[in-house]
Nanobody, 123 residues
Framework: QVQLVESGGGLVQAGGSLRLSCAAS????????MGWFRQAPEEEQEFVAY???????TYADSLKDRFTISRDNAKNTVYLQMNSLKPEDTAVYYC?????????????????WGQGTQVTVSS
């Protein structure tokens, strides 16, 4: 079983930055694909980025210039650095984990989910 706990959300002005964290327990990151997803009110869940167990990063095309996913294996934590934030980035951000060989932007491929952290970007 994998447990995920997100943190780092909050209120930020447009143009600002936030770094989200996702602490994993139960398995090491080197044995998981870790993804970030987001969901705005009345919108479908949206893929943001993933980092695979073997270190391959993939991003949503619309976000790759502003968002960066990374991991610290020693802390068993995945990060999402978000820069140049826009009001349309406002959403609940979720961390998710999938077992190898899954590497996918599809949320249904992920077995484990965190509780989510709210990000609000004001204009």
């Amino acid at each position: 079983q994998v447990q995920l706990v997100e943190s780092g959300g909050g209120l930020v002005q447009a143009g600002g930055s936030l770094r989200l964290s996702c602490a994993a327990s139960g398995r090491t990151l080197s044995s998981l694909t870790m993804g970030w997803f987001r969901q705005a009110p009345e919108e479908e869940q949206e893929f943001v980025a993933y980092i695979s167990w073997n270190g391959i990063n993939t991003y949503a095309d619309s976000l790759k210039d502003r968002f960066t996913i990374s991991r610290d294996n020693a802390k068993n934590t995945v990060y999402l650095q978000m820069n140049s934030l826009k009001p349309e980035d406002t959403a609940v951000y979720y961390c998710a984990a999938a077992l190898p060989p899954t590497r996918s932007p599809r949320p249904e491929m992920y077995s484990y989910w965190g509780q989510g952290t709210q990000v609000t970007v004001s204009s």
